[in-house]
Structure formats: structure tokens, C-alpha cells
């Protein structure tokens, strides 16, 4: 729940005509900023639309009145209200006088992520200007220090955190405040944090250069917690961006050999993450309630970079102190991404249980309790008066896909004339690689559905993808008896292996399990059974004994 704190503080400071309006305005509870132009009308910022509060136009005399009982303005010219959260920046001529305010309502925020912050890993925030980054990572500070006892160092530059004046606002709890004298001076401050004060969270507002995201990575380093925020929509933003792409490990070119570029299925110059991530959890907040969460960075980016799915999670805030999780996994090659709708991206999740904000038992008993299995009569009907889709192959043989159509009954026919398709089905390396086959399907309105690799699993999973099924309908018995046909005996040794300890250890008994030691190709065949059953596994070990665990939700 986000409270202003002390509006009548920022108000008292405004000049009268400007102060008025807003103390009997019907929305001042979600006022957002007051914006004083010399020469213009005053203006008030609420979500969604903004709104002018007098005809009268801002003079040096209305800008002095505020000036004077504000705090000093600091070298990022922005100053303070002592003992609150509110936040005004000037903006300059060129002789250096102030011809323009901003005037920023501060709050505070109850209610966070508090199971993210239990694992003890570092958290990155993401987002544009204005969305609650800071107001975040507010409530984070109070959470780990005062909840979780831990000792918290915040680095405050513009005293935007923790409030201006020397005693930090109460809303950062027992978590200490050292402030920066000049922003250039940001990164040193942080490792002067690390050296002199023995922290074991470090909490930094907005990192925006060279110098501080490599100061950020020193700290992962040497043991500390970070918590962080930077400007960018997506986590996709920081990997087009050199000045901050270290706080993800860094990306650079590799070129492969023959036999490893064939075996992955790649061009031999790929982009791969260089080192390990300073965050390990990674959150984009895209709306004030609305955060999607990238619970494993590395994983994120590294699929990100060699074109496959990952998972993410979005929760959205009521104020009323109830949150919702949904989940999803997103492809780099789809819409999403740096040029991303944000409507469309929201529409890809699938909805699970509201969770109330109680306590972390609780909401772990409500995320373990998710279906895998929705095969409702309704759903069943709908499949049936379905009209069929016509699928045009680019390079991948017709007699695949027929063999799954037929024996999954699939209301699909395959064509040889890309006219007269419905979707492209293609191999995500080859068709990426194809400008011409992708102009005609953008011209004639023609969906593209792409597989990593071909295989059967891959390739049903896709068609259901089509149909707009859910994939974790899939008949297990009809892929088992599929794969057989295939004659590839070592594939359903490995699907029976998963699906036996899934079924008869992982989801009844709640244990990790790890499977025999198999090949690069098996693995992936044993991940995409696993990424049905909705679990999580990891490689462990070192070729050619390596193998995967399992773990229950």
C-alpha cells in the first residue's frame, strides 16, 4: 500500500495559487508531481492525465517563494524537504538561474517482495522514470534491516531515499544512510561502504555509468547483497546497452568450431554472457502495481542470447494487500523484448491463484498447488468445433508433422503453397536468416511458429502452440507411443526415466531427484518433459557424466 508522506509539507511550500487548488482537489491522494515553468500555467501530474491549476502564469517571484523554503540544491540540481520523502529538481538556464520546478510527491510503500529477499540473492530493478523504483527499494531497506535483521548500508546521492537533512526518514527503518557529495562520486562511496561499515546488504538508487556498474560488480564479488535500480523497460534493455551491460556479465562474441557450432544448431559467431551476473533476480516494473520478475538472471539472458524461452513471473500489487502471480515464459524471437507492447506482453501470462499478502508459508502453499492437467468438457468441446489450420513446413519434413496430426488428431492440413497458410512452421535458425520468406509472411498476415531443433516433442509442442491449446494438455501416452514409432528407443528410455520420477517422487513426495547421466541431446529432451510437469531442473556435473536434477515446486 503506497501512502504520500507529509503532502502538506510539499503543499506548504508551493505558492498560493498554486497550493490551493490542490488541498480541496478530489484526487490529491494520487498526485504524482507539480510541474512550475517560468512563463506557463501550473501544472498537476495524476495517473493517467494531467491538469492545469490556475490560469496564472509562474513568475521569478513564485519560483523564489519555493526556492527559499526548500533545502539546497546539490550538483544533480535537485533539493529537498527535510524529513520527508519529496523530491524537487530545477531546471536551468544557460546563466545557471532556475526557470523551471519539479516537484515530486515522495512516498512510502508496506507490503514487498519479502521471499525474494529471504534467498539472500541481489535484486536489479528496472524501469522507466516515474513508475516507483525508488518508493521500491524504500520499503526494501526497511524490510532487510529491521524484519530481517540485517545490517543495510544505503548509498543516497540525491538524499531521494532516505529524505534530506542529516536524520534519514523513518520509512528506511534501522538501515543506515550515507549520503554523496557530488554524484560523480557515487561508485566511490560505494566501495567505501563495503570497506569501512561491514555491511551485508548494500542498496544503490539508479545506476547509470561505467564506473558505478563496475563498482556494483566488485561489490557481488566480495560477498554483499545488492540491491540496485537502473533505467531501462525490459531486461533485454541492458544488453543493447554497453554502459550497463557488466551488471548482467557482460556480453560478447565467441566464434564456435564446426562440430560445436553443428551440434548446437548455430552460426559459428554467437553472442554469449562473458562472466557471472552482479544480480541474480532481476524485476521490471512496467506499472506502480504491476512487476515482472526474472526469479534467474543468467538463465534469462543466456536464452535470451542463443534464442530460447525462459520463464518469468509477473505479480500484481492490490492496495488492499492482495497479490497475484502469474506465470509464463517468453521467447526472444516473439514480440517481446526492447520494442515490446506492454499490452501485448501482458496477455501471454496464464492466471494462477490471487495470493494474499500473509505470510511466506502461506504463499508458498498457494504457488504449490498449481494444475498441471485442465481437460474440462468445455475445453474438450471447443477443440472439437475448431476448423482446421492450414501449416505451410519450411524446412522441416511434411511426413513429421503428418505422422503427429494423424496420430494426435489434430484438426490440421499441411500445404505446399505458402498463399494459402495459416501459420510458417520453421526452424527458429533458419528462418531467422530468411528476410524474404519473413517479408511475405508479414505481407500476406501469415503467422510464424519456429522450434529450436527438430524433434517430436518440440514439433507437437508447437502445433499445440498453433491451436492455441494449452501445452500442458499434451497426451504423455500418445508422445511416449510417438517417440516409439520415431524407433528412437534411447529417447523413450529417457521419457519414461522423467516421467517416473516426476510422477512417483518429485510432485507426491516433494524430494529432488537427479536422473541418470545422458547426452546433450537426451538433456534437452528431459528438459522440455520437466518444463511440461511445470518444475525446474539444472545440469549438474561435468561431461560426459553430466546429468539433471529436479526439483518439487
Same mark, same amino acid.
Given at each position: ?281 532481476? /524485476? ?40 497475484? /502471480? ?213 545440469? /549438474? ?13
Amino acid at each position: 500500500m503506497l501512502i504520500a508522506d507529509d503532502l502538506d509539507k510539499l503543499l506548504e511550500s508551493l505558492p498560493p495559487f498554486v497550493r490551493r487548488p490542490l488541498e480541496t482537489h478530489p484526487q490529491k491522494d494520487d498526485l504524482i508531481e507539480v510541474v512550475m515553468d517560468l512563463g506557463r500555467r501550473p501544472e498537476a501530474r495524476f495517473p493517467g492525465h494531467p491538469e492545469y491549476l490556475s490560469n496564472e502564469m509562474i513568475t521569478c517571484n513564485d519560483l523564489n517563494y519555493c526556492i527559499k523554503r526548500l533545502g539546497n540544491f546539490s550538483g544533480d540540481n535537485r533539493a529537498g524537504i527535510e524529513r520527508t520523502l519529496h523530491r524537487i529538481s530545477c531546471v536551468r538556464n544557460r546563466d545557471g538561474s532556475i526557470v523551471g520546478l519539479t516537484c515530486r510527491v515522495g512516498r512510502a510503500i508496506f507490503g514487498t517482495i519479502r521471499d525474494l529477499l529471504e534467498t539472500g540473492k541481489s535484486l536489479l530493478l528496472l524501469g522507466k522514470p516515474g513508475v516507483g523504483k525508488t518508493t521500491a527499494i524504500r520499503e526494501v531497506a526497511r524490510v532487510l534491516a529491521d524484519e530481517m535483521q540485517k545490517r543495510v548500508v544505503i548509498i543516497d546521492t540525491s538524499n531521494e531515499i532516505a529524505g534530506d537533512g542529516d536524520i534519514p526518514h523513518p520509512s528506511i527503518g534501522r538501515a543506515r544512510r550515507m549520503q554523496v557529495s557530488k554524484p560523480e562520486r557515487q561508485h566511490q562511496v560505494m566501495i567505501e561502504a563495503v570497506e569501512n561499515h561491514m555491511p551485508q546488504v548494500i542498496i544503490i538508487d539508479e545506476i547509470g555509468t561505467e564506473l558505478e556498474a563496475a563498482a556494483a560488480c566488485t561489490i557481488a564479488e566480495r560477498g554483499v547483497q545488492l540491491v540496485g535500480t537502473a533505467h531501462g523497460n525490459y531486461l533485454d534493455s541492458l544488453i543493447n546497452n554497453p554502459t550497463l551491460a557488466d551488471l548482467i556479465g557482460g556480453i560478447e562474441y565467441i566464434t564456435l568450431g564446426d562440430e560445436e557450432a553443428k551440434r548446437r544448431g548455430t552460426q559459428k559467431s554467437i553472442l554469449e554472457r562473458r562472466s557471472a551476473s552482479a544480480f541474480q533476480i532481476a /524485476i521490471e516494473i512496467h506499472e506502480r502495481y504491476c512487476w515482472i520478475i526474472h526469479e534467474d538472471v543468467e538463465k534469462s539472458i543466456d536464452n535470451t542470447l542463443q534464442g530460447g524461452d525462459f520463464p518469468i513471473q509477473k505479480r500484481t500489487f492490490d492496495p488492499i494487500g492482495k497479490t497475484v /502471480i502469474e506465470y509464463t515464459h517468453l521467447s526472444p524471437l516473439s514480440d517481446f523484448g526492447a520494442n515490446a507492447n506492454w499490452k501485448y506482453y501482458q496477455s501471454s501470462f496464464k492466471p494462477s491463484r490471487d495470493i494474499p499478502s500473509t505470510t511466506l508459508k502461506e504463499k508458498e502453499s498457494y504457488l504449490n498447488e498449481k494444475e498441471l492437467y485442465n481437460k474440462s468438457s468445455l475445453n474438450l468441446e471447443r477443440k472439437k468445433q475448431l476448423k482446421n489450420i492450414s501449416i505451410y513446413s519450411y524446412g522441416i519434413n511434411l511426413q513429421y508433422i503428418e505422422t503427429i496430426v494423424s496420430l494426435f488428431n489434430f484438426p490440421i492440413v499441411t500445404t505446399r503453397k505458402i498463399d494459402e497458410a495459416n501459420f510458417i512452421l520453421s526452424v527458429r535458425n533458419q528462418i531467422k536468416h530468411n528476410a524474404q520468406i519473413r517479408h511475405v509472411a508479414k505481407l500476406k498476415n501469415i503467422g510464424i511458429q519456429t522450434i529450436r531443433s527438430i524433434s517430436m516433442p518440440q514439433l507437437v509442442r508447437a502445433l499445440y502452440c498453433m491451436l492455441d491449446w494449452k501445452t500442458y494438455e499434451i497426451d504423455l501416452k500418445k508422445m511416449a507411443l510417438l517417440i516409439t514409432k520415431e524407433n528412437n528407443f534411447n529417447e523413450l528410455e529417457v521419457f519414461e526415466e522423467v516421467r517416473l520420477a516426476i510422477e512417483k517422487l518429485v510432485i507426491p513426495k516433494k524430494i529432488t531427484v537427479e536422473l541418470l547421466p545422458r547426452n546433450v541431446s537426451l538433456r534437452k529432451i528431459q528438459h522440455e518433459l520437466i518444463h511440461h510437469y511445470q518444475l525446474k531442473a539444472r545440469s /549438474i556435473g561435468e561431461e560426459p557424466d553430466r546429468k539433471l536434477r529436479i526439483y518439487p515446486n
